[in-house]
């Protein structure tokens, strides 16, 4: 291929592209329409008319030619500077709102300057009503050398491609703007899948956090704020000091393609409960949802707890705080029902599980607790079995009780097999509790 000066006329075409696409090209354009005033320009083209059309014989043939018959055209090419030139985006017309997720709105602005001598009225062409494109605002005059900013909104209801086109009107020329977007449904994923998030036991008056991270593949999105059911049985208790067991971090924000964003979950409660529960969902400004959580956590004032048992309360506490133990009281109750079952003329054993746990705080150093059962001797004669009966936990750990019940030889049906044994757990202090339990065989099933 030929080349000129060093550069092949495919270089060449490539090079004077990208010198027009550039900035410098746009801002070098506006400097020039700023200076320009104006420019008038004559053209005589002549136009020649044959004596005749060729011979038959030789269409071939070249015509015959005269200067008398010759007419001249004269054109008159006045050029004027535009009364409007836009300001914005290095004077492009062309907005484009790229990708949009369906059922978001995306706001770009788009700006003209009058660099006329007269004030001018604007007006612009109707855009379709039942498109995804549309005008916020007014147009005013616009007075010599003033700026007038278009409010321009786009919102996709399908996943397509739009294009539009929006003619700005003056009286003296027209100015073509051209509007494009694309509509899309993100593709979005959370490390979390959905359903409980449980907390486990902290100290009260300390937090624990779990983090999140929401991450789109496809679009710049917005994702809108993170909110707490109000129904009732899933918010369970309060904080006494009125502030939000379950807070979030950022409440709001937008990921850009291909990042990622760590919203971060803090339970922080005030006071020893088991039912602290809430529901988190975070949903996009379309109202779509991302993820739906079942919060949940427990708080303790000692380092040792037991977690298990049949439910002895409701699960929504009054904001009071509780009333002290009655004078002589001793030990914390607990029951545990177990329940055999009665099949082809066997018994199958009941089993339930008790959970020992040693709190993880900041506020000392990690020490072991430790637990044991008192009496384990008279719980087999009525057979009743616990593994293991003594241990020691780790510092945010927890130890799995396995409580069994075989029915003894002489058990009479539908009898009810009732005993109390104490559970001791040791760590910053002694703790007691009065486990009781309750067995009987169900002969439903037969």
């Known amino acids: 291929m030929k080349e000129i000066f060093g550069f092949t006329f495919s270089r060449l075409d ?41 011979p038959e014989e030789d269409r071939q043939a070249q015509p015959t030619w005269s200067p008398f018959n010759a007419l001249y055209l004269k054109l008159q090419c006045p050029v004027v500077r535009p009364a409007l030139m836009v300001t914005s985006d290095n004077g492009q017309t062309i907005v484009d709102f790229r990708r949009v997720s369906v059922g978001e709105t995306m706001i770009k602005r788009f700006t003209v300057q009058n660099i006329s001598d007269e004030s001018l009225q604007m007006r612009t062409s109707v855009l379709d009503t039942l498109g995804p494109f549309s005008l916020l605002n007014a147009l005013r005059v616009i007075r010599p050398g003033g700026k007038r900013t278009l409010v321009l909104a786009f919102s996709p209801a399908e996943e397509k491609k739009h294009c ?11 100015l073509e703007l051209t509007l494009c977007g694309e509509g899309v449904f993100p593709t979005i994923t959370s490390s979390h899948p959905g359903g409980l998030l449980d907390f486990g036991y902290v100290f009260e008056k300390e937090r624990i956090s779990e983090v999140v991270q929401d991450g789109v593949d496809t679009v710049d999105i917005l994702l809108g704020s993170y909110t707490d059911s109000q129904v009732q049985p899933t918010v369970g208790t309060q904080n006494y000091s009125g502030l939000s067991v379950f807070s979030v971090v950022p409440g709001e924000g937008s990921i850009a393609p291909g990042q990622s964003q760590n919203v971060t979950i803090t339970f922080q409660p005030d006071h020893p409960s088991v039912n602290y ?34 439910v002895l309360t409701v699960p929504i506490e009054s904001l009071l705080p509780p009333l002290p133990a009655a004078p002589g009281e001793k030990g914390i109750p607990v029951l545990v029902t177990l329940c055999a079952r009665s099949s082809g003329g066997a018994v199958i054993p009941a089993v339930r599980e008790l959970q020992v746990g040693c709190v993880c705080t900041t506020q000392h150093s990690k020490k072991s607790g430790e637990f044991s059962w008192d009496d384990v001797g008279s719980l087999q ?62 002969y439903s099933a037969e």
């Open 277 to 310: 529960s809430d529901k988190l969902t975070i949903e996009l400004m379309n109202k779509s949802k991302v993820c739906v959580m079942d919060l949940k956590g427990a708080a303790s004032s000692h380092h040792m707890y037991l977690h298990g048992g049949d």
């Open 14 to 54: 490539k090079h004077f592209k990208k010198v027009l696409r550039s900035e410098q090209y746009e801002k070098a354009r506006t400097s020039l329409l700023y200076s320009y005033t104006q420019r008038y320009n004559e053209h005589i083209v002549p136009c020649f008319i044959s004596d005749g059309d060729p």
């Open 164 to 174: 539009e086109i929006l003619e700005i009107k003056t009286t003296k020329m027209s």
């Open 381 to 442: 004669e009525q057979g009743f079995s616990v593994e293991p009966s003594k241990g020691a936990v780790e510092s945010g750990q927890k130890c799995t009780i396995t409580v069994t019940w075989t029915p003894q030889s002489g058990y009479k049906p539908y009898d009810v097999v009732q005993t109390c044994v104490s559970l001791t757990l040791r760590g910053d202090e002694r703790y007691i509790y009065k486990v009781t339990l309750m067995a009987l065989v169900s």
